[in-house]
């Protein structure tokens, strides 16, 4: 028996969430506007709706449509999304747009917005569900956990993802469902963010609680006690650790730093950094570190403490090496790294360099802060960027996708997300 989606619904008409992208029940006086869902989804891919909600409205300002997405150059794109994480989705965000304007805009059907760059089975569901009102049930992490602990599923993620997603399709058959698609879709999401949380889910108040149905089935977890544990999962590995070590090379006598931009492909793709060796098992020392340096000859020195920052698959250990440009080098070193000149390299003031950088490189700066003289004069903001572990103290690892704001309230204690979350 599957649970009443009325029931649902009544709740969600009552206790939804309000979010920007979204239109509240019962306001549907035009239909939403899919550029909007779509770019709130990829958001939200990364972090919660809390964190995201202001970073959409910033990136709704300065990119108001498709077309103006599409139209924008991959690096504005880029230094938009800094700070959010998994950077190829801003990459596959602008090619996506620049496929959508050039069809006049985004197609209706899920298998058609599922061939468009960087949109899987899960985003084209919920684009055609909730701006189009197809009837399908997007079935992301939250909605695998509500549904396995609805029917009581016990067999572990991920092999349990196929019997889940049509569990999910299944109240499709129930007319309340399938005649508001969108909110259903919507309700869902808001069961699994508000109620029926990982931990410690609020049975008491869910509308599928045992015996609030009237007629129809419950939980079927929650009936047995069982909803804390369930969805299982198979036991999480320990994540490897891999080292850097990075370059901070400033120019005292312009106040700007020197970035490079990293290859499209492979991680943090497409963003600058603070110029480093590769990431590699094994710890850098000195010497072979400094043959990555920007200006090997220069006396560059190792900044105390490192910066740690979490990847999906591993743990990221940074070291900073320091150096001021001398002023009988500065203006050879101004002409080789000019932006232009050599591919990638471009020199920034350290705050326009802290709004383009990812995280991970942000934490360096943070660093560089913590020791006070590394940095040129008038960077004092930087001291609040999270991340940093002096050697001292206890690491704790943090996330590439802890979002700012979550960031300055705990600079030491970032939240890991590594799967969606709403
Ligand atoms: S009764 Fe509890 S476990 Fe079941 S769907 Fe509601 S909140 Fe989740």
């Known amino acids: 028996m599957t649970p009443s989606a009325a029931a649902l619904l009544r709740w969600y008409d009552r206790h939804h969430r309000h979010l920007p992208w979204r239109i509240p029940p019962g306001q549907r006086g035009g239909a939403p506007d899919p550029y909007r869902i779509w770019l709130s989804e990829v958001m939200l891919q990364q972090t919660t709706a809390a964190a995201v909600a202001p970073r959409f409205l910033r990136f709704l300002a300065r990119f108001p449509s498709v077309e103006a997405l599409a139209a924008a150059p991959e690096s504005a794109v880029m230094e938009e999304w800094a700070g959010l994480g998994y950077y190829a989705r801003a990459r596959n965000l602008h090619a996506c747009a620049r496929q959508v304007a050039a069809a006049g ?89 508000t109620l029926c949380t990982p931990r410690k889910p609020a049975c008491a108040l869910c509308p599928w609680r045992e015996g609030e149905g009237r007629g129809s089935t419950g939980c079927a977890a929650q009936a047995r006690g069982e909803q804390e544990a369930l969805p299982r999962r198979p036991e999480k590995q320990a994540r490897p650790h891999r080292h850097g070590a990075h370059f901070l090379l400033s120019d005292p006598a312009t106040g700007r730093i020197l970035l490079r931009r990293r290859p499209p492909e492979g991680l943090l793709g497409g963003m600058l950094e603070l110029p480093g060796t590769p990431w590699r098992a094994m710890p850098w020392g000195r010497e072979e570190a400094l043959a990555h340096a920007p200006l090997p000859g220069l006396p560059w020195r190792l900044l105390p403490g490192t910066a740690e920052h979490g990847f999906t698959h591993f743990t990221l250990d940074m070291t900073l090496y320091a150096a001021a440009l001398p002023p009988a080098q500065a203006d050879g070193a101004r002409t080789r790294f000019a932006e232009g000149a050599a591919e990638g390299w471009e020199w920034r003031a350290p705050d326009s360099a802290a709004k383009a950088l990812p995280t991970a490189m942000r934490r360096l700066l943070a660093l560089a802060a913590q020791d006070g003289t590394a940095l040129p004069p008038a960077a004092p903001c930087l001291a609040t960027v999270p991340g940093v572990v002096p050697l001292a103290a206890a690491s704790s690892p943090s996330s590439e996708d802890e979002p700012p704001a979550a960031s300055a309230a705990a600079p030491h204690r970032a939240t890991r997300v590594r799967s969606r979350r709403r």
């Open 105 to 193: 805009g985004f197609p209706r059907d899920p298998d058609a917005l599922r061939a468009l760059p960087g949109i899987g089975a899960y985003t084209a569901a919920a684009i055609a569900a909730i701006a189009f009102g197809v009837p399908v049930v997007p079935v992301d992490g939250n909605v695998e956990r509500v549904i396995a602990r609805v029917f009581a599923v016990t067999e572990p993620l991920p092999g349990a993802r196929t019997r889940l997603a049509r569990l999910a399709q299944g109240f499709l058959d129930q007319p309340a469902a399938r005649e508001r698609p969108a909110d259903f879709a919507q309700a869902l999401f808001d069961l699994g963010a």
